[in-house]
């Protein structure tokens, strides 16, 4: 069992930078690879980066590459993820999530844990 804790979410306007944290209360955070994903309004949950317990190990979603990038301190037991020029439609509830040793690093069905998610909100 892992807990997680996001913070960071808050309101920014179109073009600005904001950055989500994920502290995990356990030891172990540095064996499991770390995701993010989000969830628009009226949209399923949706995968945006992971990184493994390698920090050079990441991927993103297309849809965010170039603008955010996601980054861990495992003596820390906490994962970043930098978020810059952002859009409107990145508004979104953002979750971090634990890896699970197998299954699919882009969907959500590959995840064992979850935090409770935080609200970010871009304006036009």
């Known amino acids: 069992q892992v807990e997680l804790v996001e913070s960071g979410g808050g309101s920014v306007q179109a073009g600005g930078s904001l950055t989500l944290s994920c502290a995990a209360s356990?030891?172990?955070?540095?064996?499991?690879?770390m995701g993010w994903f989000r969830q628009r309004p009226g949209k399923e949950r949706e995968f945006v980066a992971v990184?493994?317990?390698?920090?050079?190990?990441?991927l993103y979603a297309d849809s965010v590459k170039g603008r955010f990038t996601i980054s861990r301190d495992n003596a820390e037991n906490t994962v970043w993820m930098r978020m810059n020029s952002l859009k409107p439609e990145d508004t979104a509830v953002y979750y971090c999530?634990?890896?699970?040793?197998?299954?699919?690093?882009?969907?959500?069905?590959?995840?064992?844990?979850w935090g409770q998610g935080t609200q970010v909100t871009v304006a036009s």
């Open positions: 990184i493994g317990w390698s920090a050079g190990n990441t």
């Open positions: 999530a634990v890896k699970s040793y197998s299954g699919s690093r882009v969907d959500s069905s590959g995840y064992r844990y």
């Open positions: 356990r030891r172990t955070f540095s064996d499991y690879g």
